[in-house]
């Protein structure tokens, strides 16, 4: 007998920002909506403001310590001040091994407990959940003083539907 079949389920959102403050203001409003067990990816080229949605993501969530870039260290942990979950935040733009390399962070061991933001992600740790929070963020190319970006925050599977994505 086949197992049923189970639908992705999708909440999306798509906005324009004007200025880092707006990226990490928006890394604010998404703390809001996270819980212990929640994985989120962030995607975009370099100095697209993948750091500065991280910097907020812990500014609302409470965390201890200045969230910067992860790149040499790879992982960050910062415990939380308010009792909420801890913030994981990984870079793994180093790391072309998947999941494989991936499993020697023990980011499986943290995840129940945690928020855990991976910069990069993208093909590398869908596996550690099926639902997840993917936020895409695009920027201008080339010799500019353009600061917009277009965000768009995708939940998959059934822990983001109705949870609020739409609403950001």
Do not use: N
Not at 97 to 116: A, Q, R
Not at 144 to 159: F, I, P, W, Y
């Amino acid at each position: 007998m086949e197992a049923p079949h189970t639908q992705a389920t999708e909440a999306m959102t798509r906005l324009t920002l004007d200025s880092p403050a707006e990226m990490q203001e928006l890394g604010r409003r998404i703390a809001e909506l996270l819980r212990p067990g929640d994985l989120v990816l962030l995607t975009g080229e370099l100095g697209a403001g993948k750091t500065t949605l991280a910097r907020g993501l812990g500014e609302g969530l409470g965390v201890r310590g200045a969230v910067t870039s992860p790149t040499f260290v790879i992982a960050r942990v910062h415990p939380s001040l308010t009792g909420g979950p801890a913030l994981v935040h990984v870079d793994a733009y180093r790391l072309g091994g998947g999941l494989d390399e991936m499993e020697d962070l023990d980011l499986d061991v943290s995840l129940p407990d945690s928020v855990v933001v991976v910069e990069w992600g993208d093909g590398k740790v869908e596996e550690l959940s099926d639902d997840r929070l993917h936020v895409v963020i695009d920027r201008v190319v080339g010799e500019t003083d353009d600061d917009r970006r277009v965000v768009t925050v995708t939940g998959l599977g059934t822990r983001w539907s109705g949870a609020g994505v739409d609403a950001l």
